[in-house]
């Protein structure tokens, strides 16, 4: 199985194991034993609980009527609305629900309603009534569907049939985790990189919001606040995470057309010490690079939010500030460390580059140009500090609630080893065609 697969079935797995979690019955039976007593005596207690005109009303009803004898008082209540229990397995339940009484507890019992004796009940009555040598007695009962559950207290084994099971589920989950995501034969060279990396992720994230998506359904849950944003949510991560699989998925076949079949125009590996030198040269620049971007950000933020502040001298406008300090915050642990991040994959890396006439596989990491938005805008050879190419592409971006386009550039620095520059000049001319036309 390809390592793409394994992952896709992983994610299956572990979106499985939590849909099984949330999976509810669909419909439960309520049944409660009926105490008359108390609900006799409460009927014709004396209204000193109540106040206002509920007071008045009740004690004006009592003045002017007789109360009913305890029978009548239950055939009123029952007549026309109760089953009479034929089943022997009834008298398990009123056992059941005895004994809860007796034990001070709330006679109470959640079913299944194909679950016998409760598949005799009917939707359109109330009660069930079973004589035994302990006499008559009653079970009001209710049909609950899954989408009520959160307002009755339901035991979480009768509401979710398949939590008991949580252990075989979460060693489900870590198998699939292990043996999908982490074991397994070694990656390939496009499969390791970094198109390869984001197309299984992307299939990942596809997997992991298509269970946002299918959550309410299975929930039961369709309708609410809550499964709403889910689906909604759902979606548009969803959508997203199909275009990762378009974009990383078209790299990943450029990377494997130019490396198997054979179509690049330069192929350079390096001796360690020349590769770690290029990793720490390309480090320093990448490192500078980001933090003068980063502090030219700053400054602007500190000009404006504070310039804002003290405009306004009101608690919203610190709120800004502090805000934009925060989000700088953020942007400092960016700048220093995706080169770091890049540094550390470089060094433990061996040091390979494929330079093609659509993408450079750089140790690992795979930039591309000639997709839709994007272009390579210029590219030459540099002989200092060290050998290399000077590359820049770019790509269309959108933002603000107008979309508003524009390009943004990205520099490559493509090392040469010493020796081969004259392979490397012959990919730069190469090169230039393509980005001249662009």
Request: proline residues 5%.
């Amino acid at each position: 199985m390809s390592l793409l697969w394994r992952y896709v079935v992983a994610s299956c797995v572990i979106v499985a194991a939590a849909m099984a979690w949330w999976y509810p019955e669909p419909v439960l039976v309520r049944g409660e034993l009926v105490d008359w007593g108390r609900l006799y005596e409460r009927r014709n207690a004396p209204p000193e609980h109540l106040i206002g005109a509920m007071a008045l009303g009740k004690a004006f009803i009592q003045s002017v009527s007789e109360p009913l004898p305890l029978t009548e008082f239950i055939a009123g209540n029952t007549a026309g609305r109760t089953l009479a229990a034929k089943d022997p397995a009834w008298q398990d339940v009123f056992s059941g629900l005895d004994a809860a009484m007796d034990a001070g507890s709330a006679p109470v019992r959640f079913s299944r309603p194909a679950e016998a004796p409760f598949t005799e009940l009917d939707e359109n009555l109330r009660y069930v009534e079973f004589r035994d040598d302990k006499g008559l007695r009653y079970m009001e009962y209710r049909f609950i569907p899954a989408r009520d559950f959160e307002s009755v207290d339901i035991p979480e084994d009768k509401a979710f049939p398949v939590r008991p099971y949580w252990l075989v589920m979460l060693l489900g989950s870590v198998g699939a985790v292990g043996l999908g995501l982490a074991g397994g034969r070694a990656a390939s060279l496009v499969e390791s990189s970094s198109a390869g990396r984001g197309v299984r992720w992307s299939a990942v994230f596809a997997v992991f919001f298509s269970g946002m998506i299918l959550w309410p359904f299975v929930h039961g849950t369709v309708g609410s606040g809550l499964s709403f944003a889910s689906i909604l949510m759902g979606g548009l991560f969803f959508i997203g995470a199909l275009v990762g699989l378009w974009l990383f998925g078209s790299q990943a076949r450029m990377l494997r057309d130019m490396v198997e079949g054979g179509s690049f125009l330069a192929h350079f590996t390096f001796d360690p010490a020349e590769w770690k030198a290029f990793a720490e040269w390309n480090y320093g620049e990448e490192a500078s690079r980001k933090r003068a971007v980063w502090l030219l950000i700053f400054v602007i933020s500190v000009v404006v939010g504070g310039g804002f502040m003290l405009f306004m001298r009101d608690e919203a406008s610190v709120w800004v500030f502090a805000g934009l300090m925060g989000f700088m915050g953020v942007l400092w642990l960016l700048a220093v460390g995706l080169p770091w991040l890049t540094r550390r994959r470089d060094l433990r890396g061996t040091g390979e580059v494929y330079v093609g006439d659509r993408c450079v596989y750089l140790n690992g990491s795979v930039h591309s140009w000639g997709m839709l938005g994007s272009r390579l805008d210029s590219v030459q050879m540099e002989k200092k500090p060290i050998p290399h190419i000077l590359l820049v592409y770019s790509y269309m971006m959108v933002a603000g609630r107008s979309l508003y386009f524009f390009r943004n550039y990205v520099e490559v620095r493509i090392p040469v080893p010493r020796g081969q520059e004259e392979a490397g000049v012959a990919a730069v001319r190469a090169l230039e065609k393509t980005a001249h036309a662009g």
